[in-house]
């Protein structure tokens, strides 16, 4: 598979190579395959945006070398389910286990080549994320992720206050359009036909005649005075 760019092939800096070995074992020859710095070409064709690197899984065998791969996780290109060959028998790669995931490097028209998948280990996995990451996320320190983490929890705690803000601005609204208290009128009168709502603090006092009961609002001295539950006295 190539990364698009054409460099001098050393054996340091071959980035896919595949050599057959014929073993014999038991009377069957089996082919074997070596993959040099495979991950770095999985990463370099991902950070260059060249075709699709993806996390994938083959969800129906089409024939034994082809197969529709839904995707887990793209790491570049496209994320729609795709179609994709496999080599000819022999190769490194010689068909599709359903449900398996690997990591795919397909080439354009879906033809996987040797050494163009990969299981999915961590540390690969982790390189190939981190090319989605900003720079900032990748390096902040310890104490940047703390800031950030106080800073998103002061922001919640600045919307919560202004939610709570305008709740209360518009209840104090509502009760503004509602007509005063009259006297004679019950608790329950004036508590859900009148602009004066729920006071801040009821004050009980009785006798052997009469309850009374003088419910404080804000700012003082505002207060009504009901006996035995009807209103006698506004202090407005």
């Given at each position: 598979m190539s990364t698009g760019n054409e460099k001098a092939r050393t054996p340091m800096t071959i980035t896919r190579y595949c050599a057959a070995a014929l073993l014999a074992f038991l009377g069957h020859r089996v082919q074997a395959c070596l993959c040099v710095n495979v991950d770095d070409?999985?990463?370099?064709?991902?950070?260059?945006?060249?075709?699709?690197?993806?996390?994938?899984?083959?969800?129906?065998?089409?024939?034994?070398?082809?197969?529709?791969?839904?995707?887990?996780?793209?790491?570049?290109?496209?994320?729609?389910?795709?179609?994709?060959?496999?080599?000819?028998?022999?190769?490194?790669?010689?068909?599709?286990?359903?449900?398996v995931p690997l990591i795919f490097a397909p080439a354009p028209g879906g033809k996987i080549f040797t050494c163009s998948t990969r299981a999915p280990d961590p540390d690969l996995l982790e390189r190939l994320r981190n090319l989605r990451r900003t720079p900032e996320t990748k390096v902040r320190a310890p104490e940047e992720r703390a800031q950030a983490r106080a800073d998103r929890a002061a922001a919640a705690a600045a919307q919560e206050a202004q939610r709570e803000r305008e709740r209360i601005a518009a209840e104090a609204e509502a009760l503004a359009r509602k007509p005063p208290a009259r006297l004679g009128m019950t608790q329950e009168q004036v508590l859900n036909g009148t602009h004066w709502g729920r006071p801040v603090q009821i004050l009980t006092t009785s006798t052997a005649e009469k309850l009374r009961e003088r419910w404080m609002y804000s700012p003082p001295p505002r207060f009504l005075d009901f006996d035995n539950g009807r209103l006698v006295l506004i202090q407005d």
């Open positions: 070409n999985f990463v370099s064709r991902a950070a260059s945006g060249s075709g699709d690197v993806f996390l994938g899984r083959a969800v129906r065998l089409v024939s034994p070398r082809e197969a529709d791969v839904e995707v887990i996780e793209a790491f570049s290109g496209s994320s729609e389910l795709k179609r994709l060959v496999a080599p000819p028998l022999g190769s490194c790669t010689s068909g599709f286990g359903v449900g």
